[in-house]
Structures are given as C-alpha cells and as structure tokens.
C-alpha cells in the first residue's frame, strides 16, 4: 500500500514504520504517531515531506530492499568469524615468513653452489693447462727419441758389415786372437820381470863369494 499523507514522529526512541505496515500504525487524519509510547503531534512541514517522498520512493522498489538485508546478512555473517580471519591472516603470515625463510636459504644454497662452480672451473683450467704441457714435453721427448733411432739407423747404413753375420764372427774371432796373443805376451813380461826381481840377489850373492876369494 502506498502512503500518500502523514507525518512521522521524530522522538527518541519512536522508531518509524516500515512502508508495509505504515497503513496500520498511521492514521491519516491526524497529525500523530498512532504507537501508544508517542504523544507528540506535528505540523505539516518541509522535513516531513521529503521524508514522506523517501518513503513513497522506498515502497515503491521492494527489490532493493531485498538486496539490502541480503547484503546486510553476508556482512553480519562475516563479522561473526573474525577470529579465524585473524587466524587465517597469521597462518598466511607464518606461511609467509617460512617461505621467505626458505627463498634465503635457496638463495645462500645457490651462492654456494656457484662458488664451488667457479673453483671447480678453475681447477679444470689449470689441469687443461697441466695436461698441455705434459703433452708438449711427451711430443718433445718423442721426437727425441725418433732422432736417436734416427742416428742408429744411420750408423748401421754406414757400417754395413756389422749387419753381415759371417763377417761379424769372424772380426770376433779375428779380436780372439788377438787378445790370445797379447794374453801370451803380458805372461812372458811377468816372467821377465820376476826375473828382474831375483836377478840382483844372485848378482850380489855371486859377488860376495867371489870377493870373499880374492881376499
């Protein structure tokens, strides 16, 4: 029902009617709250007007109303719980400070990590370095090497007979001999030389007994 006339109470503690159930609370002919608690009568006037348009305007969208009180019911309902969005919030907060906790020692863990890959990268280019230059001393000491049986192959193109087996037995045979002989001839020396050794003796005693005559 629409309310086209009446005023409303503006006491403390009178509480206005709704626009459904204003037609049963106000009466029309007269200027007063019809609720037994208000004894205050009105005069028509600017402020009771507007009020009464609102009023007319509320009554006509009973939709929004409806929205309203829905909204108004989700609010209350979450203001009921405020503990455990606080709960929720700590929780996220803890969560929060772990994960922060953990992305540290990542981040230590991968300086670490890059740390030792560095050494580890220089270790590998100094033993690089090391095993090049082991392989150029082992190429130098190669073609060394390859000189040598070089000058040996070389010595034997010039001294072919000493490739010639019969030839080599008997040079050998030929230095048997050879030392045979001077082997003869140090033997007959020694002789000689003891010889020499006794050959004073008997001179001397050969002397004596001949001057021991003479006298």
């Not at 907060?93 to 560095?118: F, I, P, V, W």
Request: aromatic share 4%; with cysteine; glycine share 4%.
């Amino acid at each position: 029902m629409r309310v086209t006339r009446g005023y409303l109470c503006r006491r403390i503690g009178c509480i206005p009617c709704r626009p459904s159930t204003i037609a049963s609370l106000w009466n029309p002919n007269t200027t007063s709250c019809s609720r037994a608690s208000c004894s205050i009568r009105h005069a028509s006037g600017p402020r009771c007007t507007i009020l009464e348009k609102h009023l007319i305007q509320e009554s006509s969208i009973p939709t929004l109303g409806a929205e309203y009180e829905h909204k108004l019911k989700e609010t209350l309902s979450a203001l009921r719980n405020p503990r455990s969005l606080n709960n929720e919030i700590e929780r996220l907060t803890q969560e929060n400070m772990q994960l922060s906790a953990q992305r540290m020692q990542l981040k230590q863990q991968c300086e670490d990590m890059n740390g030792r890959l560095a050494r580890a990268r220089a270790a590998q280019s100094e033993l690089v370095t090391s095993l090049q230059q082991d392989e150029q001393d082992i190429d130098i000491e190669v073609r060394k090497y390859e000189d040598t049986l070089r000058g040996v192959a070389d010595q034997f193109r010039q001294h072919r007979a000493y490739i010639n087996k019969d030839e080599v037995k008997s040079n050998i045979e030929m230095m048997k001999n050879s030392m045979s002989e001077l082997e003869l001839e140090e033997h007959k020396v020694e002789e000689l030389g003891s010889r020499e050794e006794v050959l004073p003796s008997l001179i001397i005693q050969h002397s004596g007994r001949v001057w021991a005559k003479v006298n």
